[in-house]
C-alpha cells in the first residue's frame, strides 16, 4: 500500500526558505520517476490547488511561485522536494505532495497528509 509522508513544514518569516520533502513507503524502487509527482497547497478559507508538478513530459509551476520554488526528486531514495525561497505570507498553507499513477486503466492518486508552512513576521 501506497503512503506519502510530507516533512519539513515550519514557521518562517518573510524572505526566508525552506524545503519540504515527502518520504513515499510500501512502493517500487524508482516510484516517484516512473509516476506524475505533484505538490499542492490549500490555504485557510481557499481551494486546494497545485503548486508544481514533474510529470511525463514537463515541469510546470503556478505563476505565483514560479522562480521562487523548485520541485525535485531523489529517485533512488524515493524522496520528493520543494524547495521554496523568498516565502510571503500568502505562501502560508498545509502543504501536500500527490503521486499520479497509471495502471494501465485507471489513474490512482495517492496523496500525504499534509505539513503546514507559515509564513509570518
Known amino acids: 500500500q501506497v503512503q506519502l509522508v510530507e516533512s519539513g513544514g515550519g514557521l518562517v518569516q518573510p524572505g526566508e526558505s525552506l524545503t519540504l520533502s515527502c518520504t513515499a513507503s510500501g512502493i517500487h524502487s524508482g516510484f516517484f520517476s516512473t509516476n506524475v509527482v505533484n505538490w499542492f497547497r490549500q490555504a485557510p478559507g481557499k481551494e486546494r490547488e497545485q503548486v508544481a508538478r514533474?510529470?511525463?513530459?514537463?515541469?510546470i509551476y503556478a505563476d505565483s511561485v514560479k522562480g521562487r520554488f523548485t520541485i525535485s526528486r531523489d529517485n533512488g531514495k524515493n524522496i520528493l522536494y520543494l524547495q521554496m525561497r523568498n516565502l510571503q505570507p500568502e505562501d502560508t498553507a498545509v502543504y501536500y505532495c500527490?503521486?499520479?499513477?497509471?495502471?494501465?486503466?485507471?489513474?490512482?492518486?495517492?496523496w500525504g497528509q499534509g505539513t503546514q508552512v507559515t509564513v509570518s513576521s
Open positions: 500527490r503521486v499520479d499513477n497509471w495502471d494501465g486503466t485507471k489513474w490512482n492518486m495517492y
Open positions: 514533474i510529470g511525463s513530459v514537463a515541469t
